[in-house]
């Protein structure tokens, strides 16, 4: 058989151990029984032997318990899924798996390495992704839409630009291929009451970090943040896992809505058109007070012009790296 790790190995020799201790109380228990029962002088002679070790007998069962439960410790820790990322070193993850969104957006799965990995991601904080590109080394930050819950694997949304450098990177990536990952990293660590009620402004691909909140948040029965996000894009094909966002929005009615906004929009949208304005921030998200927060994640120029309407509407103004504490934060 073969072990993964150490904890496997110890707990193996603990069992051992354990069943070697209870083979050898068995015998001694096995031996007196015979002797009183048949009378044969030489299982007389032998329990007459062996009293002294059958008196300890209580204590033997301690010893044997003792290791038996160190073991199944030792084996349990062993099966719990273990964080594999390193905030210090890249590592490298294959792809295993690619779904394609829309014409230039994709869903990257990568492996662990083991079934019995996890990321181990803050919900709220992202990774650095690493390529070679034209012999020079580029790096560029991304947040899972995967989380720790899933085992085995983490899932990355890109967009691919004609000029970008990482996101072409992942573009021509084949089933197979390695990207270079370390984290975590980032300001944010989400967790229930952070905030009574938590707005969101993304665009794009900005969703991600947005998205990884709404759901940690939606799945805990025992959070009960209110949440509300206003997404922006440019058409409604540009519009990334909109039919999760809905069902979101339809199964926890009570707490999360989702408002889109479209400069292009078609023929017959319902949602925002144009830009987001102060007027659909009002609107839409909640006013400023002591336990309300505004995250926010898209295009620079984009979150500019939301930094604007944030403090028209009185929020604080952000800093520029956010910190958890902030009324604002940018991703």
Not at 33 to 54: G, K, S, V, W
Not at 66 to 91: C, D, E, I
Not at 189 to 197: M, N, S, T
Not at 260 to 265: C, I
């Amino acid at each position: 058989m073969a072990y993964r790790n150490r904890n496997e190995v110890f707990a193996a020799q603990f069992a051992l151990i354990a069943s070697t201790l209870g083979s050898f109380a068995a015998c001694l228990a096995l031996t007196q029984f015979l002797a009183r029962t048949t009378r044969i002088p030489i299982l007389l002679e032998l329990a007459a032997a062996t009293n002294i070790m059958a008196s300890q007998s209580a204590l033997l069962a301690f010893v044997v318990g003792f290791f038996l439960s160190v073991g199944a410790l030792l084996y349990f820790n062993a099966q719990k899924p273990k964080p594999v990322l390193n905030p210090t070193a890249f590592q490298h993850f294959k792809l295993e798996h690619k779904d394609q969104i829309s014409s230039n957006t994709a869903l990257y799965r990568f492996s662990l390495g083991s079934k019995n990995a996890i990321l181990g991601l803050p919900i709220g904080q992202h990774i650095t992704v690493q390529a070679n590109i034209n012999g020079k080394d580029i790096s560029r930050s991304y947040t899972p839409t995967s989380s720790d819950d899933d085992i085995g694997f983490f899932d990355l949304v890109i967009k691919s630009y004609p000029q970008g450098n990482i996101s072409k990177h992942f573009a021509e990536l084949k089933l197979g291929d390695t990207i270079a990952v370390k984290g975590p990293k980032g300001q944010m660590r989400y967790a229930p009451g952070l905030a009574r009620e938590i707005g969101m402004i993304a665009g794009g691909t900005g969703l991600t970090p947005c998205l990884q909140i709404i759901r940690a948040a939606l799945k805990n029965p025992k959070d009960t943040t209110q949440l509300s996000l206003i997404y922006a894009n440019v058409e409604e094909s540009d519009i990334l896992l909109k039919k999760e966002l809905d069902a979101l929005a339809t199964k926890h009615a009570n707490r999360f809505k989702v408002h889109y906004f479209l400069n292009k929009p078609p023929q017959g949208w319902k949602g925002g058109e144009g830009f987001v304005t102060q007027e659909a921030i009002q609107e839409h998200l909640p006013a400023p007070a002591p336990d309300t927060k505004i995250l926010m994640c898209g295009p620079p120029p984009m979150i500019n012009a939301m930094k604007k309407h944030l403090e028209a509407l009185k929020f604080d103004p952000p800093r520029t790296v956010s910190k958890l504490p902030d009324q604002v934060f940018c991703f």
